[in-house]
Protein backbone atom coordinates (compact mmCIF):
# COMPACT_ATOMS: atom_id res chain seq x y z
CA UNK A 1 0.00 0.00 0.00
CA UNK A 2 1.54 3.93 -1.03
CA UNK A 3 2.03 6.38 1.08
CA UNK A 4 -0.59 9.03 0.99
CA UNK A 5 0.96 12.41 -0.68
CA UNK A 6 1.56 15.17 1.27
CA UNK A 7 3.27 18.35 0.36
CA UNK A 8 7.01 18.43 2.44
CA UNK A 9 6.26 22.07 3.51
CA UNK A 10 3.81 24.75 3.66
CA UNK A 11 4.16 27.96 5.61
CA UNK A 12 1.92 31.06 6.40
CA UNK A 13 2.14 34.56 8.49
CA UNK A 14 0.64 34.58 11.44
CA UNK A 15 -3.18 35.29 11.14
CA UNK A 16 -3.52 33.64 7.89
CA UNK A 17 -4.52 30.43 6.91
CA UNK A 18 -3.05 27.25 5.63
CA UNK A 19 -4.38 23.92 3.87
CA UNK A 20 -2.71 20.86 3.62
CA UNK A 21 -3.43 18.33 1.21
CA UNK A 22 -3.25 14.27 1.09
CA UNK A 23 -4.07 13.10 -1.76
CA UNK A 24 -4.54 8.70 -1.76
CA UNK A 25 -6.41 6.81 -4.53
CA UNK A 26 -10.46 5.76 -4.51
CA UNK A 27 -9.25 2.68 -2.90
CA UNK A 28 -8.51 4.30 0.21
CA UNK A 29 -9.01 8.37 0.84
CA UNK A 30 -11.62 8.07 -1.59
CA UNK A 31 -13.78 4.98 -0.47
CA UNK A 32 -13.47 5.60 3.37
CA UNK A 33 -14.57 8.68 6.18
CA UNK A 34 -11.75 7.19 8.09
CA UNK A 35 -9.36 10.21 7.48
CA UNK A 36 -7.32 11.51 10.32
CA UNK A 37 -4.57 13.98 11.24
CA UNK A 38 -1.77 14.42 13.75
CA UNK A 39 0.45 17.11 14.77
CA UNK A 40 3.74 15.83 15.85
CA UNK A 41 6.29 18.53 17.71
CA UNK A 42 10.04 18.05 17.16
CA UNK A 43 10.58 14.90 20.36
CA UNK A 44 6.85 14.29 20.85
CA UNK A 45 4.30 11.93 20.36
CA UNK A 46 1.54 12.40 17.70
CA UNK A 47 -1.28 14.11 18.52
CA UNK A 48 -5.10 13.31 16.95
CA UNK A 49 -5.61 16.77 16.22
CA UNK A 50 -9.37 15.47 13.43
CA UNK A 51 -10.49 12.07 13.01
CA UNK A 52 -13.48 10.65 10.49
CA UNK A 53 -12.37 13.72 7.69
CA UNK A 54 -14.04 16.68 9.60
CA UNK A 55 -14.46 15.84 13.25
CA UNK A 56 -12.22 17.76 16.16
CA UNK A 57 -11.11 15.49 19.46
CA UNK A 58 -12.16 17.23 22.58
CA UNK A 59 -9.81 20.26 22.98
CA UNK A 60 -8.53 20.90 19.85
CA UNK A 61 -8.82 24.06 18.73
CA UNK A 62 -11.81 24.95 16.23
CA UNK A 63 -9.21 27.19 14.17
CA UNK A 64 -8.51 23.26 12.39
CA UNK A 65 -10.87 21.88 10.27
CA UNK A 66 -10.82 18.56 7.81
CA UNK A 67 -12.62 17.92 4.22
CA UNK A 68 -12.35 15.73 1.62
CA UNK A 69 -13.08 15.92 -2.02
CA UNK A 70 -12.78 12.49 -4.04
CA UNK A 71 -9.64 11.17 -2.72
CA UNK A 72 -7.97 14.29 -1.45
CA UNK A 73 -8.52 15.19 2.08
CA UNK A 74 -7.72 18.44 3.68
CA UNK A 75 -6.67 20.02 6.99
CA UNK A 76 -6.97 24.10 7.29
CA UNK A 77 -5.13 26.09 9.87
CA UNK A 78 -6.90 29.28 10.28
CA UNK A 79 -5.67 32.08 12.24
CA UNK A 80 -1.73 30.67 12.20
CA UNK A 81 -0.15 31.29 15.47
CA UNK A 82 3.36 30.26 16.80
CA UNK A 83 2.07 27.20 18.04
CA UNK A 84 0.66 25.43 15.16
CA UNK A 85 4.57 24.86 13.82
CA UNK A 86 4.88 21.14 13.69
CA UNK A 87 4.80 18.08 11.51
CA UNK A 88 1.13 16.91 10.44
CA UNK A 89 -0.11 13.57 8.93
CA UNK A 90 -2.71 11.88 7.38
CA UNK A 91 -4.03 8.62 7.81
CA UNK A 92 -6.61 6.95 6.18
CA UNK A 93 -7.81 3.62 6.26
CA UNK A 94 -7.06 1.37 3.30
CA UNK A 95 -7.66 -1.87 1.59
CA UNK A 96 -5.93 -5.14 2.46
CA UNK A 97 -7.58 -3.84 6.27
CA UNK A 98 -4.40 -1.61 6.69
CA UNK A 99 -4.06 2.15 7.56
CA UNK A 100 -2.13 4.38 5.34
CA UNK A 101 -0.29 7.86 6.52
CA UNK A 102 0.90 10.24 4.61
CA UNK A 103 4.89 11.50 4.30
CA UNK A 104 4.04 14.07 6.29
CA UNK A 105 4.33 18.19 5.79
CA UNK A 106 6.17 20.59 7.93
CA UNK A 107 4.41 23.58 9.00
CA UNK A 108 6.39 26.96 9.51
CA UNK A 109 4.63 30.05 10.82
CA UNK A 110 7.15 32.65 9.37
CA UNK B 1 -4.76 10.97 33.51
CA UNK B 2 -4.91 8.73 30.42
CA UNK B 3 -1.89 6.99 29.94
CA UNK B 4 0.33 4.80 27.64
CA UNK B 5 3.68 3.46 29.01
CA UNK B 6 5.98 1.60 26.19
CA UNK B 7 8.76 -0.66 26.80
CA UNK B 8 10.60 -3.52 25.50
CA UNK B 9 12.86 -1.50 23.08
CA UNK B 10 16.64 -2.68 22.60
CA UNK B 11 19.28 -2.88 20.41
CA UNK B 12 19.24 -6.26 18.48
CA UNK B 13 21.09 -8.50 15.71
CA UNK B 14 18.92 -8.92 12.45
CA UNK B 15 17.31 -12.33 13.08
CA UNK B 16 16.71 -11.86 16.46
CA UNK B 17 13.47 -11.66 18.41
CA UNK B 18 12.26 -9.15 21.23
CA UNK B 19 8.91 -8.69 22.62
CA UNK B 20 7.42 -4.65 22.96
CA UNK B 21 4.95 -4.06 25.57
CA UNK B 22 2.75 -1.03 26.60
CA UNK B 23 0.91 -0.58 29.68
CA UNK B 24 -2.57 1.71 29.74
CA UNK B 25 -4.02 3.40 33.03
CA UNK B 26 -6.49 6.37 33.31
CA UNK B 27 -9.06 4.76 31.15
CA UNK B 28 -11.31 1.67 30.38
CA UNK B 29 -8.79 -0.89 28.28
CA UNK B 30 -11.07 -3.28 27.93
CA UNK B 31 -12.97 -1.51 25.95
CA UNK B 32 -10.89 -0.13 23.17
CA UNK B 33 -8.88 -1.05 19.66
CA UNK B 34 -5.01 -0.77 21.00
CA UNK B 35 -2.24 -0.22 17.91
CA UNK B 36 1.33 0.03 17.17
CA UNK B 37 2.79 2.94 15.15
CA UNK B 38 6.26 3.26 14.40
CA UNK B 39 8.78 6.28 13.14
CA UNK B 40 11.93 6.10 12.02
CA UNK B 41 13.50 8.83 13.72
CA UNK B 42 12.98 12.05 11.63
CA UNK B 43 10.65 9.85 9.43
CA UNK B 44 7.30 10.01 8.65
CA UNK B 45 5.03 7.50 10.75
CA UNK B 46 3.69 3.75 9.69
CA UNK B 47 0.85 1.72 10.86
CA UNK B 48 2.22 -1.55 12.66
CA UNK B 49 -0.93 -3.50 13.99
CA UNK B 50 -3.97 -3.46 15.55
CA UNK B 51 -6.33 -5.66 18.30
CA UNK B 52 -9.64 -5.21 18.45
CA UNK B 53 -11.72 -4.82 22.09
CA UNK B 54 -11.56 -8.71 22.81
CA UNK B 55 -9.23 -9.74 20.65
CA UNK B 56 -11.71 -10.86 18.33
CA UNK B 57 -10.23 -9.13 14.89
CA UNK B 58 -6.35 -8.67 14.37
CA UNK B 59 -4.56 -6.62 11.56
CA UNK B 60 -0.73 -6.14 10.37
CA UNK B 61 0.70 -4.27 8.21
CA UNK B 62 2.11 -5.91 4.80
CA UNK B 63 6.08 -5.28 6.00
CA UNK B 64 5.68 -7.03 9.33
CA UNK B 65 3.26 -9.88 8.23
CA UNK B 66 4.27 -13.18 9.29
CA UNK B 67 6.86 -12.17 12.06
CA UNK B 68 5.20 -10.52 14.55
CA UNK B 69 2.18 -10.71 16.74
CA UNK B 70 -0.01 -9.02 18.65
CA UNK B 71 -1.80 -9.35 22.15
CA UNK B 72 -3.08 -7.84 25.00
CA UNK B 73 -4.48 -8.45 28.43
CA UNK B 74 -7.46 -6.84 29.45
CA UNK B 75 -6.83 -8.15 32.99
CA UNK B 76 -3.70 -6.32 33.19
CA UNK B 77 -4.34 -3.41 31.15
CA UNK B 78 -1.18 -4.67 28.89
CA UNK B 79 -0.65 -4.89 25.27
CA UNK B 80 2.12 -7.06 23.68
CA UNK B 81 3.99 -6.99 20.39
CA UNK B 82 5.92 -10.10 19.54
CA UNK B 83 8.83 -9.51 16.77
CA UNK B 84 10.71 -12.33 15.22
CA UNK B 85 13.11 -12.30 12.58
CA UNK B 86 13.65 -8.65 13.03
CA UNK B 87 15.45 -6.93 10.01
CA UNK B 88 17.27 -3.52 9.95
CA UNK B 89 14.50 -2.08 8.79
CA UNK B 90 12.57 -2.75 11.47
CA UNK B 91 14.68 0.02 13.41
CA UNK B 92 12.53 2.55 15.04
CA UNK B 93 10.59 4.07 17.89
CA UNK B 94 7.84 1.77 18.28
CA UNK B 95 4.84 4.31 19.33
CA UNK B 96 1.43 2.32 21.27
CA UNK B 97 -2.05 4.28 20.51
CA UNK B 98 -5.29 4.25 21.75
CA UNK B 99 -8.30 3.72 19.59
CA UNK B 100 -11.26 6.14 19.31
CA UNK B 101 -13.26 2.72 19.38
CA UNK B 102 -13.13 -0.52 20.08
CA UNK B 103 -12.54 -2.50 16.56
CA UNK B 104 -8.65 -0.90 15.29
CA UNK B 105 -10.63 -0.37 11.59
CA UNK B 106 -13.19 2.21 12.52
CA UNK B 107 -11.46 5.08 13.73
CA UNK B 108 -8.50 6.73 14.53
CA UNK B 109 -5.03 6.82 17.32
CA UNK B 110 -6.13 8.67 19.81
CA UNK B 111 -4.21 8.64 22.74
CA UNK B 112 -0.24 7.82 22.54
CA UNK B 113 2.64 6.92 24.09
CA UNK B 114 5.92 8.16 24.48
CA UNK B 115 7.14 5.19 22.45
CA UNK B 116 10.17 2.49 22.85
CA UNK B 117 12.87 2.35 20.58
CA UNK B 118 13.95 -0.38 18.67
CA UNK B 119 17.78 -0.70 17.01
CA UNK B 120 18.01 -3.52 14.65
CA UNK B 121 22.13 -3.62 13.88
CA UNK B 122 24.74 -6.25 13.93
Known amino acids: QSALTQPASVSGSPGQSITISCTGASSDVGSYNLVSWYQQHPGKAPKLMIYEVTKRPSGVSSRLSGSKSAHTASLTISGLQAEDEADYYC??????????FGGGTKVTVL | EVQLVESGGDLVQPGRSLRLSCVASGFAFEDYAMHWVRQVPGKGLEWVSGISWNSGSIGYADSVKGRITLSRDNARNSLSLQMNSLRTEDTALYYC???????????????WGQGTMVTVSS
Open chain 2, 97 to 111: AKDLRYSWNLAAFEI
Open chain 1, 91 to 100: CSYAPSNTWV
